[in-house]
């Protein structure tokens, strides 16, 4: 029979591995891990640079976040900074966004695979929510206030509405991974390249093939920037 102390032992051992898998990035092991974009190294992120190379300058970037955004066809403009923008973030597991509203303006329904999201509107109001998993297909959703703040889960679908006909919207988003990914609905499903069989979708969605066929003839496009 195991002693109490081996037990404990085990308790730690199973709660700190728990604990990595459920981590969005891995986890440093060093101040940082500037990332060498140039290295033909494939890894799970970047390699690093030789810290003796490594200057402010890898942890900063101008990007003039207070400065409005032109939006595009679906009223919406996401300017990501993640690790492609600043290379300090590598291994970090953070990132953030501004996302600019236009009135009647959305960010279509999308999701995040590799981060949890946290947004705080910053000016105008925002209808929000999110869709659980499959069995249940639970709606969360709530209208947002300047200050206010919400949070989707990783790999939910969720969406940002201005309902607002007449007054632009700003939110600022941070999410837990150096590089979340984006997937919104629509570009992938109808503007996959090479396209999904028009038979597959049709049934999937229970509608004609010419109803397919004119979605996947539509421009869907990318509002991350």
């Known amino acids: 029979m195991a002693s109490p102390s081996s037990i404990c032992l085990l308790a730690v051992l199973l709660a700190l591995v728990s604990w990595q898998a459920i981590a969005s990035d891995p986890s440093p092991l060093q101040d940082f891990c500037v990332a060498d974009k140039h290295s033909p190294v494939l890894v799970n992120g970047f390699t690093c640079l030789n810290p003796k190379d490594v200057n402010a300058d890898h942890f900063f ?19 990501l900074i993640n690790v492609m923008q600043i290379p300090g973030l590598n291994t970090l597991g953070i990132s953030m966004a501004r996302i600019d509203y236009a009135p009647l303006g959305q960010n279509p329904p999308h999701t995040h695979p590799r981060a949890t999201e946290i947004l705080t509107v910053l000016e105008g109001t925002l209808y929000v929510g999110f869709v659980t998993s499959n069995p249940n297909n639970t709606l969360f959703s709530k209208e947002l206030n300047k200050g206010d703040v919400f949070v989707f889960p990783e790999g939910l679908i969720h969406f940002q509405f201005n309902p607002n006909p007449h007054q632009p919207a700003v939110a600022i988003a941070a999410l837990s991974s150096q590089n979340p990914g984006a997937i919104t609905i629509a570009n992938a499903v109808f503007g996959s390249k090479p396209p999904i069989s028009d038979k597959i979708l049709a049934k999937a969605f229970q509608v004609e093939k010419g109803t397919i066929d004119w979605l996947q003839a539509q421009f869907w496009e990318n509002n991350h920037y």
């Open 61 to 79: 970037k101008a990007a003039m976040l207070d400065t409005p955004r032109k939006t595009n066809k679906v009223g919406s403009n996401v300017t």
